[in-house]
C-alpha cells in the first residue's frame, strides 16, 4: 500500500492504533530550525531520509479568510512553547530575514517520511500571549505571484536580444 493509499485509509476509516502527527518547522536563517509536533511526547520523525526529533506541544490551526486580498494567511497557535520561538521569530522579522514554516503531516505508523508533500510558507508575523505563540504564515501569495510563469530571457530564448 503507497503512502496516500494509506493516508486516505487514515482519513477514511481511522483505523485503530493509527494517529496522524501534525508538525511544524519553523526555519530562520543562521539557526537551527525549531520543529514541533502535535503530541504528547517528543517524537523522532523522518525529514530528507533522516531521523530528527521533534518537541512535543498544542498545535491550534485558523483557516485563512475568505476574502479578496490574494493571499492564503493561516493562523497556527503554538502551545507549550517556551519563549525563544518568539524571540527567534521577532529578531528575523524585525531584521528583514525571511522566516519559513514547513507544515508535515505523518502517520504514527510510519515516521520515517511525511505522508504527503511538505507545504512551505512564508511567516507574516507573530505574537506571544500567555503560554502561546500565535504565527501567521501565507502559502500562496497571489498578487506577487508572476504572469505569464515562464519569463522569455536571452537564456531561454537567445534570439530576443536581437528584438528591437
Known amino acids: 500500500m503507497t503512502i496516500s493509499t494509506v493516508l486516505q485509509t487514515v482519513y477514511a476509516s481511522a483505523p485503530a492504533g ?3 502527527l501534525a508538525t511544524l518547522e519553523i526555519q530562520i536563517a543562521g539557526q537551527p530550525p525549531l520543529r514541533l509536533v502535535h503530541a504528547y511526547d517528543d517524537q523522532q520523525l523522518g525529514v530528507d531520509g533522516k531521523l530528527v526529533p521533534f518537541e512535543a506541544c ?7 479568510k475568505k476574502n479578496t486580498s490574494g493571499q492564503q494567511t493561516l493562523t497556527f497557535g503554538l502551545g507549550l512553547v517556551d519563549g525563544r520561538a518568539d524571540r527567534a521569530v521577532a529578531d528575523a522579522l524585525e531584521a528583514g530575514q525571511p522566516v519559513y514554516m514547513v507544515y508535515r503531516e505523518y502517520i504514527s505508523t510510519d515516521p520515517s517520511a ?5 507545504i512551505k510558507m512564508v511567516v507574516q508575523g507573530g505574537k506571544f500571549e500567555g503560554p502561546v505563540l500565535q504565527v501567521e504564515a501565507s502559502y500562496y501569495d497571489l498578487l506577487n505571484a508572476a504572469w505569464p510563469r515562464e519569463r522569455y530571457t536571452a537564456d531561454k530564448a537567445p534570439g530576443i536580444k536581437y528584438m528591437p
Do not use: G, T
Not at 511525511?114 to 511538505?118: E, I, S, T
Open 114 to 118: 511525511p505522508a504527503r508533500a511538505p
Open 18 to 20: 493509527v494517529v496522524l
Open 58 to 64: 498544542s498545535i491550534q490551526l485558523a483557516l485563512p
